[in-house]
């Protein structure tokens, strides 16, 4: 459907190849890399040129990386994008149309639109220099290195609390998918069967994080990617055949204002993936198909949340889980599919959205220790605060209220709020006059969307958590 000739005859092929995430990580330090090895290229609002006094051989090899890389076809490139933006958000988005009501179907859409132009924003900032490699290097370029430092900051804050709500999704999906399962050996330490079956299944991802062939680590996005169209087409069978005497017929609310600002964090999240778009666009053979491949990957996540919400909210109405799995009948086969689906995805993604803060790491170890050293200290301070991820999410097992906090907090300003001002910035000469209205305006709407939701949001959390842990 959405494919391009290159993909169609060999899907597994290009899911193999899959490796936008990777390259994020590439390139998120890249910036630091440059600026690291050149001199005299700190000056405000100024990319650093230092390629240009590199050496021949060096340039060479820069730009044979890149012929090399650049061979994504379209549809190559929409598999990329879709496979980046479909994740956590589609287990949220039924419960999100109930709480705001069918009318909050046009905020999602909405969201879609919006954030299908600001990736348009970006490509265009890349247009203009070729040298912009991530988006770390698109707010340099704009707003110097402080543009470079917000921009990073908010990547790696995003990844640290996204892994937080997937491991709260691997706890409670552990939690149905073994229902009845007692762990008493494991229980007498002081954690309940649920803690226990996650701490386990944290463990069992917990090597990943010591690879070092990001080609191994490539190969674990592709399971992703199925994942999250293997619990699209559970949920679909069990709405489309009834099974388990569910039945579409529940009502949903026209609108419900109140719950809009939590929602939209939600919304906000399930397009969350611009970090990478960067990359995906230095992928392609054909770097002006770029909006193309925006508009055609939005626009079918777009429909795939709406078609999600309307269903899980007509099969189960009030009684709707934070996530659609867990309200689908535990006896049925396609229920236990969907939970293990959403168990793996997060043992996925560890390593994936680790991959930054290891090579990170590793660059600003000294250069004497040896690659054995160097790849102990990476692995152990990653296994270090994957624990604390995993403490985390143990201690705030809040799914909808910490995704909602992420959305508002830090998503909105990555998909919304900086891909606006950057373009505004780097364009500010040549920009018309009904652009930039449209930008200001896109841009206090993300930051009301995050004002309000964050509020939203942290109140409910930290009521839920007062609720669970009452003051003496």
């Not at 193999?16 to 000056?43: D, F």
């Not at 939590?262 to 770029?290: Q, T």
């Not at 193309?292 to 007509?314: D, E, R």
Request: glycine letters at 8%.
């Amino acid at each position: 459907m959405f494919m391009g000739k290159n993909c169609w005859k060999s899907i597994p092929d290009c899911l193999a190849n899959w490796r936008p995430q990777v390259a994020s990580s590439e390139t998120v330090v890249h910036a630091e890399q440059k600026e690291s090895g050149c001199n005299g290229c700190l000056e405000e609002n100024k990319l650093c040129q230092c390629i240009d006094d590199c050496e021949v051989g060096e340039k060479e090899v820069v730009e044979h990386d890149h012929a090399t890389n650049a061979n994504s076809s379209f549809g190559h490139s929409v598999i990329n994008m879709v496979g980046m933006l479909i994740g956590l958000g589609q287990l949220s988005t039924p419960y999100a149309l109930q709480n705001g009501g069918w009318a909050s179907v046009f905020l999602l859409v909405g969201l879609g639109i919006v954030c299908a132009y600001s990736s348009h924003l970006l490509g265009r900032c890349l247009d203009k220099n070729p040298k912009l490699m991530n988006y770390s290097d698109i707010g340099h370029q704009a707003f110097g290195t402080k543009g470079r430092v917000l921009a990073t900051s908010f990547i790696y804050l995003e990844i640290f609390m996204a892994l937080v709500s997937y491991t709260i999704s691997l706890h409670d999906n552990l939690t149905i998918a073994f229902f009845g399962l007692k762990l008493r050996s494991i229980t007498n330490l002081g954690l309940s069967t649920s803690q226990s079956l996650t701490v386990v299944a944290v463990l069992v991802a917990l090597p990943s994080l010591w690879l070092r062939d990001l080609s191994s680590i490539s190969f674990l996005s592709s399971g992703g990617i199925l994942m999250s169209f293997v619990i699209f087409t559970t949920v679909a069978c069990t709405a489309v055949f009834r099974l388990g005497g569910v039945t579409a017929n529940r009502g949903i609310p026209i609108l419900r204002i109140d719950n809009v600002p939590a929602i939209s964090g939600l919304y906000i999240f399930s397009f969350a993936g611009h970090i990478v778009f960067p990359d995906i666009y230095k992928g392609m053979k054909d770097p002006s198909e770029f909006t193309k491949v925006s508009i055609v990957s939005f626009s079918f996540v777009t429909m795939l949340y709406t078609a999600l919400a309307f269903m899980g909210a007509k099969m189960f109405g009030a009684e709707i889980n934070s996530q659609i799995t867990l309200s689908m009948p535990l006896s049925l086969i396609v229920t236990k599919i969907a939970l293990w689906a959403t168990v793996l995805t997060p043992m996925t993604k560890y390593a994936l959205e680790f991959a930054p803060f290891a090579m990170q790491l590793e660059r600003n170890l000294p250069n004497h220790l040896k690659p054995r050293t160097k790849m102990i200290v990476r692995g152990g301070i990653g296994s270090l605060l994957l624990l604390v991820i995993l403490v985390l999410a143990l201690s705030i097992p809040y799914f909808e209220y910490v995704l909602s906090l992420t959305g508002s907090l830090v998503s909105v300003g990555i998909c919304i709020i900086f891909p606006c001002a950057f373009y505004t910035k780097v364009f500010w000469s040549k920009i018309s006059k009904p652009l930039l209205v449209l930008n200001v305006i896109l841009i206090l709407v993300g930051c009301l969307l995050g004002f309000f939701g964050t509020i939203s949001s942290s109140k409910l959390l930290l009521r839920n958590l007062h609720r669970a842990h009452p003051s003496p």
